[in-house]
């Protein structure tokens, strides 16, 4: 969208990959659904490298916010994590691979924005409303079902699962915000590992040459991505839940 130089790109990316990153590993969200946004208005509109950029930095940034939440002895529901990513893993890489394409066309590309938009909402109207949401806790059995019907968002319009997982961690299983926001970084990792082997098993990185996008751009975004999944978790621990839910508004 910018004329820009590659040294003004590069240093775009890493500050794109520092502010998802903090956010992400604040709330539990902001991974995809603040990278890719912005990596489009830096490279162009390509929905489909700004998303496969995005998938190297949120599972940077996972990695590096769990460690540090595990340093500080404050672990994830791995229980509730993992009979979700039953659920999710296999969609997603289905999604990435047959659904995500269509997301390319001229056509589609306004209806991509539109949903993107639409789901941002949805989910901060749920989690400001969660009290008065009259629904029982999810049993197990059915996390796995969730879980499928997840995959295919986090397969086709690139959300890393964070802007999902929240309001079903939040609302569905009754978790603080705290709490819910680890165990989103847990979800994220699997989901942003598979979705990048599903865009290897099928060559979308070899578009990035196609596009005029610098190949190694999902590797520059790691170094922004890994400092503030540094700083967010440490920031994190001294604020309360009611600063949660205004840092997620």
Not at 166 to 169: D, K, R, T
């Given at each position: 969208m910018f004329n820009l130089s590659t040294e003004g790109i590069i240093i775009l990316v890493i500050l794109a990959g520092f502010l998802s990153a903090t956010i992400a590993s604040i709330i539990g969200l902001g991974g995809g659904l603040i990278a890719i946004p912005l990596i489009m208005l830096i490279i162009g509109e390509h929905s489909t490298e700004a998303k496969l950029i995005s998938?190297?930095?949120i599972a940077a940034l996972s990695i590096m916010a769990v460690f540090k939440y595990w340093k500080q002895k404050r672990k994830?529901?791995?229980k509730s994590a993992l009979?979700?990513?039953l659920g999710v893993l296999p969609v997603t890489v289905v999604a990435e691979i047959f659904i995500s394409p269509f997301f390319e066309d001229e056509k589609i590309k306004d209806y991509f924005h539109i949903l993107y938009g639409a789901v941002a909402i949805l989910v901060t109207l749920l989690i400001n409303f969660k009290?008065?949401?009259k629904v029982k806790k999810l049993p197990n059995w059915s996390l796995p079902l969730v879980g499928m019907s997840i995959g295919v968002l986090t397969g086709s319009i690139g959300l890393?699962?964070?802007v999902i997982f929240?309001?079903?961690?939040v609302v569905g299983l009754k978790k603080d915000l705290k709490?819910?926001?680890v165990t989103s970084l847990i979800l994220k990792l699997g989901v942003s590992l598979m979705n990048i082997i599903a865009a290897l098993s099928v060559g979308q990185y070899q578009a990035f040459e196609s596009h005029g996008v610098y190949w190694y751009l999902p590797l520059i975004i790691i170094v922004g991505s890994?400092?503030?999944a540094f700083i967010g978790p440490m920031f994190q621990k001294k604020i309360s839940n009611k600063t949660m839910s205004i840092l997620f508004n």
């Open positions: 998938y190297a930095s994830p529901d791995y009979l979700i990513l009290d008065k949401i890393s699962g964070g929240m309001p079903l961690l709490e819910a926001a890994l400092a503030g």
